[in-house]
């Protein structure tokens, strides 16, 4: 069976790349060519048992948005996550990774894959770490098959993405414990290959076996989210060598995994301040030839705990308008706890506005009419249609209703001095 990026190189335009280009108004042709070069994918496994809408990330598409659930040791309840599966479904998240660390982790994969249309992505070491844990009392005696096999096991159920931390190398961890940084891994997925490595003094074996993760992942037509490990956790760390070094190994792997016919994305970071965003982003592309980049915010500052969401969605409209293709949402307890409902909720819709913001910059027809049409709604002062394309219709209404105007025409912050009204009548000579 030939993949997409094998089918694209032939010029074949398949149907989920015509239903892709339909839904994000581009040719189909040129969708078809970069993903043929690896500048975009369609992030689907082959074997889906549930048919989801095909997803397209990279260059020329919608800016996408991508929200994490899961459970962990200390809260699980599966109950709770698919009250947050709901919610991300109503209010229009493109991806869902599912994070769990702990309680019954392979359970809440198949509730998502059987029950949701999300493009729906993993972290598989993460799984592959507890199970190491439970039965040796140490994640450092997980074995390199017991990594490759939760891939393959995630793959075989349907994941259409997976996180693989591949660009740690032991020539990174040298040099961290020589050099150090002020936060030295902050990537859960990393932290855990780095631990494997030290105590175990040998290669992190998705970057030694690099082929045979690519065997998998070309198996089901699995895209691959490059991770970065070596992503700087605050502001201090930002763009320094660890991170840099990291990226250019991944733009070797992508280089790789392109020849065997593997879609691939690369993750970025983490904590940057606001005057280097740009900057990550054009290297990220030049290095990674285009690949689509996948961003974690970015965080424009560490102390902006408990609004971490806006601080991530400060730096994702950035990332996005510099070309960035896909946020990761932060939520207001990111750093904290668990996110519940309410942050599941707010950082969504702080991650939607960044995205919409960036599509705009990036002159996005799609973005732009939508625009285009609240300006024309605000103009005839129609309220139910202004709430209606609003990112969270509910809470435009509660406002609205909570301090009522004395004319329904208006708000209740003008009042009958409403300047859209004035201006108007001004200009009728009435």
């Known amino acids: 069976m030939k993949t997409r990026i094998e089918l694209a190189k032939a010029g074949t335009i398949t149907r989920e790349v015509t239903q892709t280009a339909e839904a994000e108004c581009v040719d189909a042709g040129q969708l078809a060519q970069d993903i043929a070069l690896g500048r975009a994918v369609i992030a689907r496994n082959a074997g889906r048992r549930r048919e989801i809408p095909p997803l397209g990330i990279g260059r020329g598409l919608r800016t996408k948005v991508n929200a994490n659930i899961g459970t962990s040791r ?10 947050k599966l709901d919610l991300l479904l109503k209010y229009g998240a493109d991806a869902v990774m599912d994070l ?34 439970e039965r040796h009392g140490s994640i450092r005696k997980m074995s390199a098959d017991d990594l490759f096999s939760a891939i393959e096991r995630h793959a075989a159920e349907g994941v259409d993405f997976v996180t693989v931390h591949a660009g740690i190398t032991r020539k990174a961890v040298e040099r961290l414990k020589s050099e150090g940084r002020v936060l030295d891994v902050v990537s859960r997925g990393g932290s855990f290959l780095f631990e494997w490595m030290v105590f175990n003094d040998r290669e992190n074996p998705l970057y030694e076996d690099y082929g045979r993760l690519l065997e998998i992942a070309r198996r089901y037509d699995l895209t691959l989210s490059l991770g970065d490990a070596m992503r700087p956790g605050c502001i201090e760390d930002a763009t320094d060598r660890a991170q840099i070094e990291e990226l250019l190994v991944l733009g070797e792997l992508r280089d790789a995994a392109l020849d065997a016919g593997v879609q691939v994305i690369i993750e970025g970071p983490g904590h940057v301040p606001l005057n280097q965003v740009e900057l990550n982003i054009r290297v990220q592309k030049e290095i990674c030839k285009g690949a689509p980049f996948y961003v974690l915010g970015p965080l424009v500052t560490d102390i902006g705990v408990g609004y971490d969401h806006i601080a991530g969605a400060i730096g994702g409209a950035i990332a996005g308008a510099a070309g960035a293709d896909f946020l990761c949402y932060l939520t207001p307890s990111e750093h904290i706890r668990l996110p519940d409902l309410a942050d599941v909720k707010e950082g969504l819709i702080a991650s939607k506005i960044a995205a919409h913001a960036a599509d705009l910059a990036k002159g996005l027809p799609l973005a732009m009419e939508k625009d285009k049409k609240m300006a024309r709604m605000r103009k005839a002062l129609d309220w139910e249609g202004m709430i209606g394309l609003s990112f969270d219709p509910e809470k435009v209404r509660d406002y609205r209703s909570a301090i009522p105007p004395s004319e329904k025409e208006v708000c209740s912050m003008c009042g009958p001095f409403c300047a859209i009204r004035t201006a108007e009548r001004a200009l009728k000579g009435k």
């Open 74 to 83: 200390d809260r699980d309840s599966l109950d709770e996550e698919k009250s």
């Open 100 to 133: 769990s660390t702990g309680g019954r982790i392979r359970e809440l994969r198949g509730l998502i894959l059987d029950g949701y249309p999300f493009c729906f992505g993993t972290v598989p070491i993460y799984e592959a770490a507890v199970g190491a844990a």
